[in-house]
């Protein structure tokens, strides 16, 4: 039988005389959705990739699953099972495709204050490294058919912010972009763009988050920038040669862009950030297949025990999203700990589940496949990351303004004029339009007071600011005449 174009074959893991599927595989498109993020937080999508020459080698075109639409797949062991995801990429599928339906709605998200992260997630050898970075262009110029996710990423925002900052030129909006690159390796985090920096701690501060100590952070303006920044952490990061991948990656790696915004409109300063945290995780491995010993052993077991804690954290999401009271053991790992508001918390998520479809990776492919079905059932709480400052004595002008008019809108609405039945049961146009203009006065009522409110808000949050910078004031002139002293004695 076929369902969707997908000729379907079953057969029983246990017998590797199953009868193989064409080399030609069919192709199946990813819709394009932007709506999806209105109402959901979190995104899963499965990527195959083509069967490898060494996989082809050893057991031919034999598959353990075969992909039925581009929301669902078939695996085709014992028991068999199908899987819906919200978008499953055939092997066919062109880099400019899959950042299409992923990266660009990622970087849309980020330029309206959302928070954002997108994590590549799979066995060793599935193809994690090549979705997310793919081919590095070393002149940042032109992008190949092969370059990966961020790459694109960032080509499009530039554009993006080129084009708005110009559009809104009146309000006066700049954007400023920085990126930090770091890696974790034995679960000890390195900074990729310097290198020296090795075993760095992971801080929690109320108005930072998560962050990294002492990670270097660099502006960056165009492309050009992000790709040298990216050339040199790539070049940095752990890699090795195991039986399954000749280019290992032994680590997780995390690039991270700020994107900040700021604008002037009514006497106020508008500020908004997202922050993007683009993940290449380390392969999941299992020894026998890899071949891994001595270091690479050790490497390994590191990589499996952060990607088991992963799991148990994206399990433990799993139960607080269904009612039940639990510790989410988000400090278990480094990974994890640097990764808390992307799972469960401020943000948009994508995961990227690759895997292979041939049978010599069937364990690790169905390990992954029910990884990302639980993933899916996440509840994130996004939120846009905004704020407003102004003018102390312009708001407090604005305000008195705004209550004035107000007065007069609420004089207006109770002077006496004809009942409101008459201007129901009536005909005219006059009487129409009469009971027209008082909507429209009572629209405009809700609006004030709405205005009103909001800048009470911001004056109450200027205010606020003015005061703790006067406190910071006092305390930097208290350990300057404690310096004096300590001089003069």
Not at 4 to 32: N, S
């Amino acid at each position: 039988s076929s369902i969707g174009g997908a000729a379907k074959r079953v057969f029983d893991l246990r017998d590797l005389a199953a009868a193989e599927v064409p080399v030609e595989v069919p192709h199946f498109e990813l819709d394009e959705d932007p709506a999806f993020w209105m109402d959901r937080n979190v995104q899963v999508l499965v990527r195959l990739r083509p069967i490898s020459a060494a996989e082809s080698t050893a057991y031919g075109q034999k598959r353990c699953l075969i992909q039925d639409s581009s929301k669902t797949l078939s695996w085709t062991g014992h028991p068999e099972t199908m899987f819906t995801f919200d978008h499953v990429a055939c092997e066919t599928i062109s880099q400019e495709k899959l950042f299409r339906v992923v990266g660009l709605p990622m970087v849309e998200n980020c330029m309206s204050g959302y928070n954002g992260c997108l994590f590549a997630y799979g066995q060793t050898g599935s193809g994690k490294t090549y979705t997310m970075m793919g081919e590095l262009s070393k002149d940042g110029n032109e992008l190949s058919n092969d370059s990966g996710l961020t790459p694109r990423i960032f080509e499009y925002l530039f554009a993006r912010i080129k084009e708005e900052e110009e559009r809104r030129r009146e309000d006066k909006l700049k954007y400023i972009c920085k990126c930090s690159f770091l890696e974790i390796y034995n679960e000890q985090i390195t900074d990729l763009l310097e290198p020296s920096s090795t075993n760095l701690q992971i801080r929690e501060d109320i108005k930072k988050g998560v962050y990294v100590e002492n990670l270097m952070e660099c502006y960056v303006s165009s492309v050009k920038d992000v790709m040298l920044l990216l050339l040199q952490g790539v070049a940095n990061r752990k890699m090795a040669a195991t039986n399954m991948n000749s280019e290992s990656s032994r680590s997780h790696s995390v690039f991270t862009c700020v994107i900040e915004s700021h604008w002037e409109r009514d006497s106020m300063t508008h500020l908004r950030f997202g922050r993007l945290n683009l993940v290449d995780l380390a392969g999941s491995e299992r020894q026998k297949s890899s071949g891994a010993e001595g270091d690479r052993l050790k490497e390994a077991a590191n990589i499996n025990r952060s990607l088991s804690t992963l799991g148990l954290v994206i399990m433990t999401l799993v139960d607080v999203a269904n009612g039940k009271s639990r510790h989410v053991p988000y400090r278990d790992s480094r990974l994890t700990f640097l990764l808390q508001d992307s799972l469960g918390g401020n943000s948009k998520t994508t995961i990227v589940a690759n895997i292979s479809p041939s049978i010599c990776s069937s364990n690790e492919t169905l390990s992954t496949l029910k990884f990302a079905q639980r993933a899916k059932l996440i509840q994130n709480n996004a939120k846009v990351n905004e704020d407003a400052s102004g003018d102390v004595m312009a708001l407090q002008r604005q305000i008195e303004e705004l209550k004035d008019q107000l007065t007069c809108l609420r004089k207006q609405q109770n002077a006496p004029g004809p009942p409101s039945f008459l201007l129901l049961n009536s005909g005219s146009d006059r009487e129409y339009n009469t009971l027209a203009e008082d909507h429209q006065s009572s629209c405009d009522l809700s609006l004030l007071k709405q205005k009103v409110s909001h800048l009470e808000d911001v004056l109450v949050g200027s205010l606020r600011r003015e005061k703790l910078a006067e406190l910071d004031i006092r305390k930097l002139e208290a350990e300057i005449k404690h310096l004096n002293r300590l001089v003069l004695t």
